[in-house]
């Protein structure tokens, strides 16, 4: 197919700075047949309306409350009328020929269903956050290759390669690739669900491509201090404390539920009885020191650090 039409799905929650970082990327893209659509997880910064004064082209999606990752993004797919869908966070920019290099490797084979490329830290733009995701069935494990490499230290075949999965973060999916194995599911709310979907696609006979383009970078390394207490918000310290441990303490949970639901779908039969008992034995109490030891101390990390000066 010659160029097909795209439709970047964006999911918005908080930072207004970062969205419009990210749409400025976005429209100074190469690629000719672009549609926008911002699903917008509450309002309370203000973009829905900043957004539409300086690019009424964004197609947008308005939700009364947080509903996660998969929710937005599965309402952005029903709100689109591309071809392939482009799942995009909005703590991210873009290369300029970003979509062009990754439409084209989608479509150099009919059996590649998922792209996605190599993404950086924002705060250091030669640092890899994600070069391919892979996964270790045997270990229950799974991981960004290149994680935290530099880029110029990190040895890697110069051409598209299978992975195990793409990160939500970037992934470039073809519009009948997700007809036939439906959109992300819901139960993950948030964590897996990007690897639980390569794993569908691939059981439908389709082809999961990294594509070494460093054309992503992800403000992943933001810390919460930055977001929760800074100077301006001491004022709200209380109301901020209990968000953020509510926030972390879910998050834990989330996590270790949606890796037990990954693993219980996608885990090849001889791999389960261990599974289940690693589960067991040495997850849930992982959460529960998580839950009593970790956040709290994250917490306190965060509330004392120079950045926030308490």
């Known amino acids: 197919m010659n160029q097909p039409k795209v439709s970047i799905i964006i999911a918005h929650l908080f930072d207004l700075d970062f969205l419009m970082n990210c749409l400025r990327s976005i429209f100074a893209s190469d690629y000719p047949s672009l549609e926008v659509v911002v699903v917008y997880n509450d309002n309370l910064d203000g973009a829905y309306e900043a957004v539409k004064q300086k690019y009424p082209q964004v197609v947008a999606v308005r939700n009364k409350k947080n509903r996660g990752f ?182 834990e949970i989330r996590r270790h539920k949606n890796k037990f639901i990954f693993f219980h779908r996608h885990l090849p039969a001889k791999f389960k009885p261990k599974f289940y008992l690693r589960f067991v034995f040495a997850d849930l109490p992982n959460l529960c020191w998580g839950l009593v030891y970790k956040v709290p101390k994250s917490f306190f990390q965060i509330i004392f650090s120079k950045k926030t000066g308490f």
């Open 70 to 251: 998969v929710v937005p993004n599965n309402q952005g797919f029903k709100k689109a009328t591309g071809d392939v869908f482009f799942m995009l966070n909005d703590d991210t920019i873009i290369h300029p020929q970003l979509i062009s290099v990754l439409v084209e490797n989608l479509y150099k084979d009919k059996k590649i269903g998922i792209v996605g490329p190599k993404i950086y830290y924002m705060d250091e733009p030669q640092k890899i956050w994600f070069a391919g995701g892979e996964i270790n069935w045997a270990a229950q494990t799974h991981w960004h290759l290149g994680r935290d490499v530099d880029d110029t230290q990190w040895a890697e075949q110069k051409s598209p390669r299978e992975v195990d999965f793409i990160t939500g973060c970037a992934l470039m999916i073809k519009k009948k690739v997700v007809a036939k194995i439906g959109p992300l599911s819901r139960i993950f709310y948030a964590f897996y669900e990007d690897a639980d979907w390569c794993q569908k696609a691939k059981k439908a006979g389709f082809l999961v491509i990294y594509v070494p383009f460093g054309g992503v970078w992800h403000a992943k390394s933001n810390t919460a201090g930055s977001v929760f207490f800074g100077p301006e918000k001491r004022r709200h310290f209380l109301w901020l404390a209990s968000a953020y441990l509510f926030r972390n303490f879910r998050r």
